[in-house]
């Protein structure tokens, strides 16, 4: 069934660790074979058996207009006939500062980077840099790209293969990393209290997205931002994920707080390797050429890559394009919820945007232990049920999920049937 699939895997782990050069792709925790995708169109992609599936991933979220969207796809050419790259300013890149700018009101100052990990490790060099201090706080559970001194207790791959802190990290870098509890506000004021005047950033999924999702308490991020603006530490909001994903101003315009940096990625490249990170032009100015902190890349502001992510940003700006993409959503989360309780499933859905969280627990989950105390062996069954009838989820109970504005309600409706019949099969089982 899987053959193709499967010598191509076989292959792959000859010169590929693993066989894959992004680690959740080889379907560890759900079991089974990888599928090697040969090309995508809308809502679907298309395995190396010629399988079609209803794509749910999105390439873990760029994808919000869905597959080769042919404006996108046009841009890209043109873009490459003109050159791939020069090593030298464009002006797509000042449009592009300036739509980010534009967009996210806490944006004063841009600098676009190839990944939301540069991003991150970026913005922290940067808060380091502006405050003089060393300590960084981050939530455990929370990913925010494979840097270093946050590769501890992070979600994502290293939470769906329980090794939440890498190997290869020196306790000497980890050491000025401290972790809490999401969501947990006794912890975040001891902190405070106790550290606060030698913190110099904290970094929050503002939505998490990677330990599946988990919207935190509105209460809890105004207290962070309070605690941040009493000590003087820079408030870095990591939308790599929830940029432009759970409503056009990203976490911060849905919990209406104004962050000192802010991080993006995935639906800013459109597909593309783009990453940025910006915000208060008195922090931003700290960077090289204009201050001491050191930062570069050679692929910086790609005209490529510019030109997919700018084409994509322009396309979000259409009048109730957010609102569309959440009623699709909506739509299906509501109907999983509501073919689960059919079959008594122990099972429940949230959604912020085009974001969302399946989880196989009575209650949606707003603590990292509640998403582990779910039944994860229920989730890697309805994932197989669900990837042999045509729908590929995330393989892991730990990620989000992601709809494009390509999911339509007939594609909902077809995935709705599928998970009617398997969550019969898991309640027969
Ligand atoms: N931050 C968050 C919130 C993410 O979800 C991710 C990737 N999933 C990253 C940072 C790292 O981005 P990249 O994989 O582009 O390096």
């Known amino acids: 069934m899987t053959s193709r699939n499967h010598q191509l895997f076989e292959r792959a782990q000859q010169t590929i660790p693993g066989g894959v050069n992004s680690p959740v792709r080889a379907f560890r925790a759900v079991g089974g074979t990888p599928r090697f995708i040969t090309r995508a169109a809308g809502p679907y992609f298309w395995d190396a058996d010629d399988k079609k599936y209803i794509d749910y991933i999105g390439s873990w979220g760029p994808m919000i207009l869905g597959h080769s969207h042919p404006a996108v796809v046009a841009a890209v050419q043109a873009a490459a006939a003109t050159g791939m790259s020069y090593g030298a300013p464009t002006e797509a890149e000042i449009e592009m500062a300036e739509l980010l700018c534009a967009c996210l009101p806490s944006l004063e100052m841009v600098r676009l980077v190839s990944s939301g990990t540069e991003a991150t490790m970026s913005a922290i060099r940067l808060a380091r840099g502006f405050t003089g201090r060393h300590a960084i706080v981050k939530f455990e559970g929370c990913y925010h790209g494979h840097a270093d001194s946050l590769l501890v207790k992070a979600g994502s791959g290293l939470l769906t293969f329980g090794n939440p802190t890498s190997a290869g990290v020196p306790p000497e870098f980890a050491q000025h990393t401290r972790v809490l509890a999401y969501n947990d506000p006794t912890q975040l004021e001891t902190l405070f209290?106790?550290?606060?005047?030698?913190?110099?950033?904290?970094?929050?999924?503002?939505?998490?997205?990677?330990?599946?999702?988990?919207?935190?308490?509105?209460?809890?991020?105004?207290?962070?931002?309070?605690?941040?603006?009493?000590?003087?530490?820079?408030?870095?909001?990591?939308?790599?994920?929830?940029?432009?994903?759970?409503?056009?101003?990203?976490?911060?315009?849905?919990?209406?707080?104004?962050?000192?940096?802010?991080?993006?990625?995935?639906?800013?490249?459109?597909?593309?390797?783009v990453g940025a990170f910006g915000g208060r032009a008195d922090i931003m100015q700290a960077i090289a050429p204009l201050g001491s902190?050191?930062?570069?890349?050679?692929?910086?502001?790609?005209?490529?890559?510019?030109?997919a992510g700018?084409?994509?940003?322009?396309?979000?700006?259409?009048?109730?394009?957010?609102?569309?993409?959440?009623?699709?959503?909506?739509?299906?989360?509501?109907?999983?919820?509501?073919?689960?309780?059919?079959?008594?499933i122990a099972f429940s859905a949230d959604a912020v945007g085009g974001m969302f969280g399946l989880y196989f627990s009575a209650q949606i989950p707003t603590t990292l232990a509640a998403v582990q105390a779910s039944d994860i062996a229920r989730f890697n069954r309805f994932f197989h049920l669900m990837l042999d009838g045509g729908v590929y989820f995330a393989p892991s109970a730990y990620e989000a999920g992601f709809v494009s504005i390509q999911h339509d309600e007939a594609v909902i409706a077809q995935t709705l049937t599928l998970a009617e019949q398997a969550f019969a099969t898991l309640a027969s089982a």
Do not use: W
């Open 193 to 273: 209290a106790e550290q606060g005047n030698q913190l110099a950033c904290v970094i929050i999924e503002p939505i998490a997205g990677n330990m599946n999702l988990i919207r935190p308490n509105p209460d809890y991020m105004q207290r962070l931002r309070a605690l941040c603006d009493e000590y003087g530490v820079v408030l870095i909001f990591d939308e790599v994920m929830t940029g432009f994903r759970v409503g056009p101003q990203g976490a911060q315009g849905h919990y209406g707080i104004r962050p000192d940096l802010t991080t993006l990625g995935k639906i800013i490249g459109g597909g593309m390797p």
């Open 310 to 344: 700018l084409t994509t940003l322009k396309l979000l700006q259409a009048p109730g394009f957010y609102a569309q993409l959440s009623q699709q959503t909506q739509s299906l989360i509501n109907g999983l919820q509501s073919l689960a309780g059919k079959y008594g």
């Open 293 to 307: 902190v050191y930062q570069a890349g050679t692929l910086s502001g790609n005209p490529v890559a510019v030109a």
